[in-house]
């Protein structure tokens, strides 16, 4: 049977081709991760973007009560953005209506990276983002506000505001913008954005920077682990021995 050691059920965004399959790379022998997809419209023009983030969620108890029938033991809402788009808390409201419309604990992607933040200690990081720029730097007022005394010293986003596009961009651009944007006074490097492919690149980029490397799919397989209570893979990045 598959899944022996636990079932990870995942949502995600209809156009993200990245996270389903980085889920499955990562997960270690008996651990089987089983999806369900939330419609995004994919739009193009900046002033769109947050009610597209917006729409997509209201589709998120239908999507989490299909998942549910597998009877997983968690349900992660792998999309960055439409997580953190309303501001602090809102992460969590959306992990705990996943609870309430199945009774399986749920969590969102940026839910998932503040813990990951937290469990390092992390007070100064540096942000790469595929976002369009106010995008971004919402991301980086969620964050400073989120976890108290955190600052993000440095941060570059590369402008997309459609999905797809993102799905589309190598592991070796995620590796360039992270080194691009490290700063000596950074102690870690998060590359945010669950369609960006990073699972490659994040050993790598640890040694290259001496810094914990945490990007959002990584981050959100991680906690997915952490309550299944299965070990972390190795070769994902340090994140995992946390």
């Not at 998060?190 to 001496?210: A, H, M, P, V």
């Not at 959100?220 to 340090?238: C, E, N, R, Y």
Request: with cysteine; net charge neutral.
């Amino acid at each position: 049977m598959y899944g022996w050691r636990g079932k990870i059920g995942l949502i995600v965004p209809s156009s993200n081709t990245t996270c389903e399959m980085e889920f499955h790379h990562m997960a270690p022998d008996g651990v089987s991760v089983h999806t369900s997809r939330v419609f995004n419209p994919e739009v193009t023009e900046e002033g769109e973007k947050e009610k597209a983030m917006m729409e997509m969620s209201t589709e998120l108890l239908r999507a989490a009560r299909e998942v549910a029938s597998v009877q997983p033991g968690v349900i992660i809402y792998a999309c960055t953005t439409a997580s953190f788009i309303k501001g602090p808390g809102y992460d969590r409201e959306l992990g705990e209506k996943i609870k309430r419309e199945t009774g399986i604990l749920g969590y969102s992607t940026t839910t998932a990276v503040v813990e990951a933040l937290k469990a390092f200690g992390l007070k100064r990081i540096a942000l790469a983002t595929p976002y369009a720029q106010f995008i971004g730097e919402k991301e980086t007022r969620f964050l400073e506000e989120e976890i108290p005394g955190l600052k993000v010293v440095a941060q570059k986003h590369l402008g997309y505001v459609a999905n797809l596009p993102k799905g589309r961009l190598t592991p070796q651009s995620a590796y360039q913008t992270a080194r691009e944007v490290d700063r000596p006074e950074a102690e870690s490097l998060f590359i945010s954005c669950t369609n960006w492919r990073t699972i490659e690149i994040i050993e790598q980029l640890e040694k290259d920077s001496g810094k914990p490397v945490i990007s959002s799919t990584q981050a959100s397989f991680w906690m997915a682990l952490k309550t299944l209570d299965v070990p972390g893979p190795k070769g994902f990045g340090s994140l995992f021995q946390k």
